[in-house]
């Protein structure tokens, strides 16, 4: 299982962008969706989770209405795309899944707000600065 995270980089603050996160050895389509981050001296937090069959979607407070998560089956690809950036976006983001199945809808919520998932790509740096 790889999952390779990237499309980090430098943006104005109301700026967007768009994370790419590459899986091999499963397919999307069927599995754990998990954007994190990591600010410096901060835990990392969950961002955007959706569950395996879709069903559930965990979005940060702080996200809600800016970012969007889609998928990609052909190329077993998912994107987080990011909106109306403000410097407090800033840091890495990191994809992750997770394996386990039929967790309800409040430990599901848990699992991504405290970044428990158990399979995670190499982080990809966002930067928002005028």
């Known amino acids: 299982v790889q999952l390779q995270a990237s499309g980090g980089g430098l943006v104005q603050p109301g700026g967007s962008l768009r994370l790419s996160c590459a899986a091999s050895g499963f397919t999307w389509d069927s599995s754990a969706i998990g954007w994190f981050r990591q600010a410096p001296g901060k835990e990392r937090e969950g961002v955007l989770c959706i569950n395996d069959n879709s069903s559930r979607t965990y979005y940060a407070d702080s996200v809600k209405g800016r970012f969007t998560v889609s998928r990609d089956n052909a190329k077993n690809t998912v994107y987080l795309q990011m909106n109306s950036l403000q410097p407090e976006d800033a840091a890495v983001y990191y994809c992750?899944?997770?394996?386990?199945?039929?967790?309800?809808?409040?430990?599901?919520?848990?699992?991504?707000?405290?970044?428990?998932?158990?399979?995670w790509g190499q982080g990809t740096q966002v930067t928002v600065s005028s």
């Open positions: 992750a899944t997770d394996p386990r199945r039929g967790y309800g809808s409040s430990s599901f919520d848990y699992l991504c707000r405290k970044a428990e998932f158990g399979r």
